[in-house]
């Protein structure tokens, strides 16, 4: 099985490929393991940084993940980083792209990229533990956790580079979770204490919901677009609406069990839906339009479902690959894509595929110096060149492009600019007879729209040309062949 993930493939599929209602069914799952190089099998957090990187957290190191292979961090390792514990408790990278890493026994550390090490966070107490961190809406990092017999949160101000420690109350656990409301004020969890409503600015407390609650306390929470609260706790999921409507989710509305576990260990919400992980139960999703979930477990019987039902971790990625980690069995993979795209084979050589897209719509565009084809929910479709009027002029593609208006357009060798018209399912030419305009060069080898002026800037054989006006096919020439010895272009960027 290759469990090689590609990151150019990661960036065709960006937005393309969320969760409808479709997709609460049972999914299938690849598996990686010590086998393909992760640290240990134990795995309690993952997280996706801004370059596309996947990180990691076990019990015995943190790992990055390139989509080939893993470059692993621990005391012990070649790679000299600063950690001293091995077992990583929480990762999050902040709007400035740093990246933060806190281990089990006490420490908060910040990623040096280009020595490649981490180090004591600068200003932060080293014998303080971090349970969690996260970022308002004003682009402040919050820890939460515990320092000196008190549950703590913590602020970063990004200017000043300083930390603001923050008690909440005396308590020899941490505080597990900051989140914060609509209203300005911030939900705290602290393990076996309460469920505190805490005010930033004077550090008041104003409530504690644990009776209300009626457990103990709560491991995680998430809000969603209602601003309603999910409670991951080890009794169970509950919700809390803005009126402080309090719902336990582990049962259905006839009061019949729905499968979900009652130990919640992790929760991650994504668009409309959320992903439970649970101590024994496997990982749930669930709509939060309608409530509906869907439950995926171990069966030794099938090969990709789920290694173990002990979830610690769960996290979506920006191509909404779904991640889990495992107690003992490494980590879990869902990709949408696989699904969608199973093995496919168009037919034919595929050596001789030339330009390859998925566009906005999720279909697939493809070709070779024969035949266009194109790939949607209806099935294959072929566009072969030809004379007559809404052909394309030359399947020999150099460059498919999807504008900001989501039109498709193709630039070909020795045929002009091609622009396909959804309607008609058929093609508007530029440049060459019969179509529009024309060109001195109908060689077309990248296009680039103008974010300003919304013409298209086309790059040629041996010419730069401008098309300012689609309906008359106005092109302009900006390249003067006497002054330019080589006027190829194949690539062109716009300075914002």
């Known amino acids: 099985m290759n469990k090689r993930i590609s990151a150019v493939i990661v960036a065709l599929l960006l937005g393309n490929f969320g969760f409808s209602q479709d997709d609460f069914r049972q999914l299938t799952f690849n598996r990686i393991t010590e086998e393909d190089g992760l640290s240990n099998r134990h795995v309690t957090a993952i997280h996706q940084d801004k370059r596309g990187f996947i990180w990691i957290g076990t019990e015995d190191g943190l790992n990055r993940y390139d989509g080939y292979g893993f470059t692993i961090f621990r005391p012990?390792?070649?790679?000299?980083?600063?950690?001293?514990?091995?077992?990583?408790?929480?990762?999050?990278?902040?709007?400035?792209?740093?990246?933060?890493?806190?281990?089990?026994?006490?420490?908060?550390?910040?990623?040096?990229?280009?020595?490649?090490?981490?180090?004591?966070?600068?200003?932060?107490?080293?014998?303080?533990?971090?349970?969690?961190?996260?970022?308002?809406?004003?682009?402040?990092?919050?820890?939460?956790?515990?320092?000196?017999?008190?549950?703590?949160?913590?602020?970063?101000?990004?200017?000043?580079?300083l930390w603001n420690i923050r008690p909440i109350i005396s308590s020899i656990d941490p505080a597990m979770g900051i989140l914060p409301d609509r209203d300005g004020y911030y939900w705290v969890p602290v393990r076996d204490n309460g469920f505190y409503r805490w005010n930033s600015r004077d550090g008041s407390v104003s409530e504690n919901l644990k009776q209300q609650l009626g457990i103990p306390f709560v491991d995680k929470m998430v809000a969603d677009a209602t601003g309603t609260i999910w409670m991951g706790t080890t009794f169970g999921l509950y919700s809390m609406d803005r009126t402080r409507k309090i719902q336990y989710h582990g049962e259905t509305a006839e009061g019949k069990k729905n499968g979900l576990n009652k130990y919640i260990f992790n929760l991650y919400k994504c668009e409309e839906h959320l992903w439970v992980a649970t101590e024994g139960g496997g990982l749930t999703l669930i709509n939060l339009a309608n409530k509906a979930m869907t439950n995926h477990r171990h069966d030794r019987l099938v090969a990709k479902s789920i290694p173990e039902d002990f979830v610690w971790a769960v996290y979506e990625d920006n191509a909404h690959r779904v991640w889990g980690g495992t107690y003992a069995s490494g980590v879990f993979v869902y990709d949408p894509m696989m699904e969608r795209f199973p093995k496919f084979d168009p037919g034919g050589n595929l050596d001789k595929v030339s330009q390859f897209m998925i566009d906005s719509r999720g279909r697939m565009w493809w070709s070779n110096t024969d035949v266009l084809m194109m790939k949607d929910e209806r099935g294959l479709h072929e566009f072969v060149a030809g004379k007559s009027p809404g052909s394309i002029s030359s399947t020999n593609i150099l460059k498919i492009f999807e504008d900001s208006r989501g039109r498709i357009w193709f630039g070909t060798w020795n045929g002009g600019l091609a622009r396909y018209e959804e309607n008609t399912q058929s093609f508007i030419m530029y440049g060459v007879a019969g179509g529009r305009g024309r060109m001195r060069d109908i060689n077309i080898q990248t296009i680039t729209e103008d974010p300003v002026t919304g013409s298209f800037i086309l790059g040629t054989w041996r010419d730069l040309e401008v098309l300012s006006d689609l309906e008359l096919g106005t092109l302009k020439n900006l390249m003067d062949s006497k002054e330019e010895p080589n006027n190829r272009i194949q690539c062109i960027m716009i300075r914002g």
């Open 76 to 161: 012990d390792t070649a790679v000299s980083d600063g950690f001293q514990h091995a077992w990583i408790r929480c990762i999050h990278e902040d709007q400035q792209q740093q990246l933060w890493v806190s281990t089990a026994q006490s420490g908060l550390f910040l990623y040096n990229r280009k020595e490649e090490k981490f180090s004591y966070a600068p200003g932060f107490p080293e014998d303080a533990m971090v349970e969690e961190m996260v970022e308002d809406d004003e682009g402040t990092l919050w820890l939460a956790g515990g320092y000196r017999g008190h549950a703590i949160v913590a602020s970063y101000d990004t200017s000043t580079r």
